[in-house]
């Protein structure tokens, strides 16, 4: 048996889920809210762009799920994944520098591919 299918990774992955499935509600709620802000009051804080986003999903199913998750977080949306399938493409209501924006997506696909392998 492999140290990758060992019984107790495999036992600790539903608490690795759950725990990135607590990240992502905590992230869902807050845009959410930074979006209802943006929707209720007369100041606009947007400063929109689309950004190159390095990944390092390996499989479908993680660069699937990272683009999707990203999708579904209101004031972002994955455009294209490049034919490499090394960057993706994300539009963004709110870009403070292009280096924080990746920085904030790679720790989000830190925390997901962690909960995932």
Do not use: C
């Not at 400063?47 to 999707?68: F, M, Q, W």
Request: charged content about 25%; glycine content about 4%; hydrophobic content about 45%.
């Amino acid at each position: 048996m492999s140290a990758a299918s060992s019984p107790v990774r495999l036992l600790g992955r539903p608490w690795r889920i759950l725990w990135f499935s607590g990240f992502f509600l905590r992230e869902l709620v807050a845009a959410n809210l930074r979006v209802a802000w943006e929707v209720v009051t007369p100041t606009h804080y947007m400063r929109a762009g689309i950004v190159k986003i390095p990944t390092r999903a390996r499989s479908d199913t993680e660069l699937v799920l990272y683009a999707n998750l990203i999708s579904l977080t209101p004031g972002t949306l994955t455009i294209e994944v490049d034919a490499q399938r090394e960057h993706l493409y994300v539009h963004t209501l709110y870009v403070p520098s292009r280096e924080e924006f990746v920085d904030r997506m790679a720790d989000f696909e830190n925390r997901l591919l962690k909960a995932l392998r």
